[in-house]
């Protein structure tokens, strides 16, 4: 039975990865060389981002070295990125699963549904992890020895995984738990996912400041690292060869992961099935608000996106990093903008500027999943005495009530940190916000054309799927596009000329996506 089970989380995720829908045809060659395309793309960018990390770091450290330091950071890093992808997908994928019920009524073994499902957590944590260690081993120059390349080879792809599984399960659990003695369950994931978030980003900015000590006193760092044995002595176990240590990780691993094991399997079946401890809502008496049909839709989808951990998480992650990003600014700016760095960069400054506000307008695609996420109950808002297109509406108005507000505020503290005044400052205030009306678009867009109604549960509708790839790497090139072509028509195209056209690109593309939805669009989901 768990041969059984495997196969088929291997098959809903292949399912997802494809953007496989409603149907069990077989995707056409040219639609899985897309999303293949689409896959390597995402591997691609975040291999990118940590190739730079690892490339400032290799060539100091091997000067010094300090190999175990290089490959000890390459160890948090790769964790820091796996815990954080699969700490809330852990809460869904075990112990909120649609099909847990329909599982446990049939005679197959907890542990055995158990195992199936960290598997398929595995296989996510291993994926989301490569293109972290791969640079790092590529940026190293030193040799390593045999011992050194199995030590590479089994830390990264058992020892981290394996206790990445160990921790997020156990988290996972945790927050189930504490989130059915709440009433807000969405409160409690929010907290903890970005609680995450704000740790391992603290980290990340502490980099430079982290080979400023180790330039000035290497001793005394690694001492200071010396209450994180494991990352030491993973470092260690590749840079230096060290089998003893690599032995000794291995069996922590083994031990935890076994430890993690044994105490879901026992408790799984009363987690899985638990309806939550809350107490049940006392009724009063209220007079009833009426409201629109408009209003109606808007509160439905905003209660719809607060009810949902999933959506609320992965949907609207960027507006709370636009809202911490106005907060840094405000609070740091004139220190950042006094420093020697900024000066250097001055002539670079407004593209990033800009490339930076429309990057976080990307990463807010709550339409992108908006359709999938009706699943079976596709048939209710269908139904209701309003119009296709108020339905449709609504889906937009939610995004825009989200994402732009933030970005508004930030662009805002941008351009009086920065003093920008006339043309610049109209520039910085309205191209972010743009760009966030057409990811609005983009995300209906994509979602109608290929919605995704056969999930397991709500975090695959909302992190995966055609829909949610091409909106996000599609915002993504278009925030690269200025930035790359002032980079290479330098001689004659301005940041400020590059901002404008863009504007103009953004607007022509928003209205062009308008007019298909409200046609089109709204036809589609009439026959979905």
């Not at 690694?222 to 000794?248: D, F, H, N, T, Y």
């Not at 309806?275 to 009724?283: E, I, N, S, W």
């Not at 996106?305 to 840094?328: K, M």
Request: charged share 15%.
């Amino acid at each position: 039975m768990l041969k059984v089970l495997l196969r088929s989380r291997m098959e809903a995720l292949l399912s997802v990865l494809t953007g496989a829908g409603r149907t069990k045809k077989a995707q056409s060659k040219g639609k899985l060389i897309g999303f293949a395309m689409l896959m390597f793309l995402s591997l691609f960018s975040l291999g990118t981002l940590f190739a730079r990390i690892f490339e400032v770091l290799a060539q100091p450290l091997a000067m010094l070295d300090m190999g175990w330091l290089y490959f000890g950071m390459a160890v948090v890093m790769s964790f820091g990125v796996m815990i954080i992808g699969n700490v809330i997908l852990a809460k869904y994928q075990l112990f909120e699963a649609r099909d847990n019920d329909l599982l446990l009524s049939m005679p197959i073994k907890p542990i055995d549904i158990l195992l199936s499902r960290l598997f398929l957590l595995y296989v996510l944590a291993v994926g989301i992890m490569l293109p972290v260690a791969i640079p790092a081993l590529l940026f190293w120059k030193q040799p390593l020895d045999a011992v050194g390349w199995v030590a590479f080879a089994l830390i990264f792809l058992v020892v981290l995984p394996l206790l990445n599984l160990a921790i997020s399960a156990l988290l996972g659990w945790l927050v189930h738990l504490a989130s059915n003695k709440t009433r807000n369950k969405s409160l409690v994931s929010l907290v903890v996912t970005l609680g995450f978030l704000g740790a391992y980003m603290v980290f990340s900015f502490r980099l430079n400041s982290m080979l400023t000590t180790l330039a000035a006193n290497p001793t005394l760092l690694e001492r200071s690292l010396g209450a994180a044995a494991p990352v030491v002595w993973a470092g260690r176990a590749i840079a230096e060869g060290r089998w003893e240590l690599l032995a000794l990780l291995l069996a922590i691993a083994a031990a935890a992961f076994a430890l993690c094991l044994w105490l879901l399997s026992r408790t799984f079946i009363r987690t899985a099935t638990a309806k939550g401890g809350v107490a049940k809502r006392v009724y009063v008496e209220r007079t009833a608000k009426v409201r629109s049909p408009r209003s109606a839709l808007l509160i439905h989808e905003l209660r719809r996106l607060w009810a949902s951990p999933a959506y609320l998480l992965n949907g609207a992650l960027g507006s709370f990093f636009t809202l911490a990003a106005a907060v840094y600014l405000a609070i740091k700016g004139r220190s950042l903008t006094a420093s020697a760095e900024w000066e250097m960069m001055s002539s670079f400054i407004l593209p990033l500027i800009l490339a930076g506000l429309c990057y976080m307008a990307s990463l807010v695609f709550l339409t992108a999943p908006s359709i999938s996420l009706e699943g079976k109950y596709l048939w209710l808002p269908k139904s209701l005495p309003v119009s296709s297109w108020d339905v449709l509406q609504a889906k937009l108005r939610l995004h825009m009530l989200i994402a732009l507000p933030p970005l508004v505020l930030v662009s805002v503290v941008a351009a009086l940190v920065l003093g920008y005044e006339g043309q610049l400052f109209l520039l910085v205030l309205i191209l972010p916000t743009v760009f966030g009306v057409f990811s609005g678009f983009l995300g209906l867009f994509e979602n109608l054309r290929h919605p995704n109604f056969n999930w397991i549960n709500e975090t695959q509708a909302v992190k995966s799927g055609a829909s949610v790839l091409i909106t996000m790497f599609a915002g993504m090139g278009l925030v690269l596009l200025p930035v790359l072509a002032c980079l290479i028509f330098s001689d004659w195209l301005t940041p400020v000329l590059a901002g404008w056209i863009m504007l103009g690109l953004l607007v022509v593309l928003s209205v062009l996506l308008y007019l298909w939805i409200r046609k089109k669009g709204v036809k589609i989901f009439e026959e979905l």
